[in-house]
Nanobody, 122 residues
Framework: QVQLVESGGGLVQAGGSLRLSCAASGRTFSSYAVGWFRQAPGKEREFVAAITWAGSSTFYADSVKGRFTSSRDNAKNTVYLQMNSLKPEDTAVYYC???????????????WGQGTQVTVTA
């Protein structure tokens, strides 16, 4: 069993930065790939980024490529999403999720956090 807790969301002006954290419980978290997703009001949840269990590979949605970076510290059971050059269209609730079945937008994610709100003002 893995429990995930996101933090680091908030209100920021366009062009600003935030770093989200996804803290996990469970001794085997280092064996899970992690994905980041977001859901804006009235829209479907969309994939944002993913990172393999070792942190050796990452994958990003085109909409955030070059602006967002995911990393992880398995010693701290934490995955990060550094978000730079934020835009109003990045406003959403951001979720992290863990999977042992591959990684990326098509993986089956078994565990989800509760989400953290990111609001970007123009």
């Amino acid at each position: 069993q893995v429990q995930l807790v996101e933090s680091g969301g908030g209100l920021v002006q366009a062009g600003g930065s935030l770093r989200l954290s996804c803290a996990a419980s469970g001794r085997t978290f280092s064996s899970y790939a992690v994905g980041w997703f977001r859901q804006a009001p009235g829209k479907e949840r969309e994939f944002v980024a993913a990172i393999t269990w070792a942190g050796s590979s990452t994958f990003y949605a085109d909409s955030v490529k070059g602006r967002f970076t995911s990393s992880r510290d398995n010693a701290k059971n934490t995955v990060y999403l550094q978000m730079n050059s934020l835009k109003p269209e990045d406003t959403a609730v951001y979720y992290c999720a863990a999977t042992q079945g591959g990684y990326g937008p098509m993986a089956r994610y078994d565990y989800w956090g509760q989400g953290t709100q990111v609001t970007v003002t123009a």
